[in-house]
């Protein structure tokens, strides 16, 4: 995909992302689990969020850590037009706003106690992120990816009815490739692999108005008539097994836990 489609994908959705994209507390829950557990919540904590967005995943990780836990939260993201729309929402809560790429972060070394990616690296030359990732971390600090796998999106909804959803959304890993490559890290030991199954109840209407504002990015390696297509079949697809007033489905997501030795 093009850069230039990515920037506009997102300087398009920025205003309504967050109405079009599910936010789930269990990612959230199970990091706050992890740091308890490691005792990195004894004191404030600075974290950066890479590929922050709309800043959904931030505001609600600093609710559920605690604002008296967090010393500073930086919402860091390439596209401006998602960051501006973040700083509605989370300006004053500690939080700092950052245009920046991940693969280039304007921040010193060793300064971060918690830096997380939500459904971001596939938007990243992984091995740059990473290079990123262990400079600025301090020594002991975690790292937590959420995303999903190749696997994970062909058993969703958009990879079973949506034609050539999987097809074209080659930026995800195969679950073993992505094992693989996490624990060939020398310097992260792999915490916790964790995999996460959502069950969802929507009707056409609600999906629909998802594909028309295109809320995942996979929607933009289409050309214009081949996706006007595949929404018609998409729809055909799904009227052949259900009630479009009752359309039951499983999201799938990853959360890995890295730490920085």
Do not use: C
């Not at 993201?77 to 809560?93: C, H, I, K, T």
């Not at 706003?97 to 280039?104: D, G, K, L, V, W």
């Amino acid at each position: 995909m093009k850069k230039f489609n990515i920037s506009r994908h997102f300087a398009q959705i920025a205003p309504v992302y967050r109405h079009v994209r599910t936010l789930d507390p269990e990612p959230i829950l199970a990091i706050r689990d992890i740091l308890v557990q490691h005792k990195k919540l004894k004191k404030p904590i600075k974290i950066a969020d890479i590929g922050a967005g709309t800043g959904r995943y931030t505001e609600l990780l600093i609710k559920i850590l605690k604002p008296e836990n967090i010393n500073a939260a930086l919402l860091i993201d390439v596209s401006f037009e998602m960051l501006s729309m973040a700083q509605s929402y989370l300006a004053g809560r500690k939080a700092y706003f950052i245009n920046s790429p991940a693969e280039n972060l304007p921040l010193k070394s060793q300064t971060i106690e918690v830096l997380t990616a939500f459904n971001a690296i596939h938007h990243f030359d992984f091995k740059k992120f990473i290079r990123e990732a262990q400079r600025v971390l301090k020594p002991g600090g975690f790292l937590f990816i959420y995303t999903r796998t190749q696997e994970q999106n062909r058993r969703s909804i958009w990879g079973k009815f949506f034609p050539n959803f999987s097809d074209k959304e080659y930026r995800l890993f195969w679950k073993d490739d992505l094992i693989k490559r996490l624990k060939r890290l020398k310097k992260f030991e792999l915490v916790s692999y964790t995999e996460f199954e959502y069950p969802r109840i929507s009707t056409m209407e609600e999906l629909l108005k998802k594909v028309f504002a295109k809320h995942y990015s996979t929607f933009y390696l289409y050309d214009d008539e081949e996706y006007k297509q595949a929404v018609k079949l998409f729809k055909q697809n799904l009227l052949k097994y259900y009630d479009p007033e009752q359309i039951t489905y499983t999201d799938e997501n990853t959360l890995i836990a890295l730490k920085k030795n």
